[in-house]
Structures are given as structure tokens and as C-alpha cells.
């Protein structure tokens, strides 16, 4: 089998595996209002944030060239964008192991073919 073959093979066979891995994986978030940011008994409710965010854009509204102004959106647009990633939550689809077993053969049979076209 020629190396333009393997790759091609490896190719298809790893797009399908990891579309069909990622298609049965459910994605959910928990975040609200309520959510509260922080570390051990000190937090912040994240509507603060939201109120942050208003407060320095209004800031840079009024001079642009206002450090804090940046500071003040800024940081808060980070910590709602940390805040909403840290409360997804990931879960797998029920399936049967063959499915599951098929998923990774293709992913690994295909990253296998599409790394050992590349070699020597």
C-alpha cells in the first residue's frame, strides 16, 4: 500500500472516529445568576461581574484612554467567559461497548495509518 493510500485511509478513518466520538458527547452548562466566583467560604456572585463589565465599558465610554476603564471590562469578561467553561459539564452518550470499542479503533487505527504514512 502506497503512502498517499495510507495517509488518505488514515485520514478518513480518523475524521469519521473522532465526528461520531464527539457527536455522542453531550455538553451541558450550570451557570446562572446565582453562580457565585471565588476560592473556599470567600465568593462573588456573578451578577457582580455582569455590573463590572457595565461599569467599564460606561468608564471607557467616557475616556478610552482610561486604563482602569480596560482593567474593569476586561477582567470581568474573563472571569464570566472562566466562570461559564468551569460549570460545563461532559458527559457521554449511553452506548454498547462495541460502539465505543469501534469508536477507538478508528480513531486509533486511523492516527496509526495517518502517522506511519509520514515516516520513512
Known amino acids: 500500500m502506497s503512502s498517499t493510500s495510507k495517509f488518505l485511509i488514515g485520514l478518513l478513518m480518523l475524521m469519521v472516529g473522532l465526528y461520531v466520538l464527539l457527536k455522542s458527547i453531550h455538553v451541558s452548562n450550570s ?10 467560604s470567600v465568593g462573588v456572585p456573578a451578577g457582580v461581574l455582569f455590573l463590572g463589565f457595565i461599569v467599564g465599558v460606561g468608564m471607557l465610554f467616557f475616556n478610552s484612554k482610561n486604563p482602569l476603564g480596560w482593567l474593569i471590562m476586561g477582567g470581568s469578561l474573563v472571569m464570566l467567559i472562566v466562570g461559564v467553561i468551569m ?20 480513531v486509533g487505527g486511523g492516527g496509526g495509518l495517518l502517522l506511519g504514512s509520514m515516516r520513512k
Open 31 to 40: 451557570f446562572s445568576m446565582s453562580y457565585r466566583f471565588g476560592y473556599g
Open 87 to 106: 460549570n460545563l459539564h461532559v458527559s457521554l452518550a449511553h452506548m454498547d461497548a462495541f460502539s465505543l470499542l469501534t469508536i477507538f479503533g478508528l
